[in-house]
T-cell receptor, first 114, second 110 residues
């Protein structure tokens, strides 16, 4: 069983640019969630994708968008980057209906916006 | 609004002492609650979930709906328990949401 992987591990962008982060879910999982974790904070839920459709969303503006592909991998896109977008971005996969929504996390992508 | 509160940023205890990490939630529906742990240089991982009523690594957590709490307890702390602990609430009816607390760093001193 393969765990959740994310790429890249680190990224530096400048304000106003766009970024795409990638996530491969754990094998057998059809649901992917994305989180933003600022320094010293808990993960903040951005959104979840289930079978290629957005299934839920946290309090993030529309410039945060996502995609899920038929193989259940996922992308997080952030447009018009702001300095406050600097954070660790976590992807987690799960299999709803089993294991009561347990999230399996990737190692994260650390984004720095200058 | 739905919320998870972990009032302590840092909790230091001596090895062998009891541990209680506090978690309170705000949600009018039926909660699904979890504790996640992050050891140094490792990814965030599930420790336990309330529905399973299990004990993992000696830790237990009881859901108290009256006090809207889900505190994590261990009778005798070990040095290897030192880690960051997050309480989380899953909202699965209607629009899906997953809410984490801000976390408590547990340091177990020798």
């Amino acid at each position: 069983e393969t765990g959740v992987t994310q790429s890249p591990t680190h990224l530096i962008k400048t304000r106003g640019q766009q970024v795409t982060l990638r996530c491969s879910s754990q094998s057998g999982h059809n649901t992917v969630s994305w989180y933003q974790q600022a320094l010293g904070q808990g993960p903040q839920f951005i959104f979840q994708y289930y079978r290629e459709e957005e299934n839920g969303r946290g309090n993030f503006p529309p410039r945060f968008s996502g995609l899920q592909f038929p193989n259940y991998s996922s992308e997080l896109n952030v447009n018009a980057l702001e300095l406050d977008d600097s954070a660790l971005y976590l992807c987690a996969s799960s299999q709803p209906g089993r294991q009561q929504e347990t999230q399996y996390f990737g190692p994260g992508t650390r984004l720095l916006v200058l | 609004a739905q919320r998870v509160t972990q009032p302590e940023k840092l909790l230091s205890v001596f090895k062998g002492a009891p541990v209680e990490l506090k978690c309170n939630y705000s949600y009018s529906g039926s909660p699904e609650l979890f504790w996640y742990v992050q050891y140094s240089r490792q990814r965030l991982q599930l420790l336990l979930r309330h529905i399973s009523r299990e004990s993992i690594k000696g830790f237990t957590a009881d859901l108290n709906k009256g006090e809207t709490s889900f505190h994590l307890k261990k009778p005798f702390a070990q040095e290897e328990d030192s880690a960051m602990y997050y309480c989380a609430l899953a909202l699965t009816s209607g629009t899906y949401k997953y809410i984490f607390g801000t976390g408590t760093r547990l340091k177990v001193l020798a």
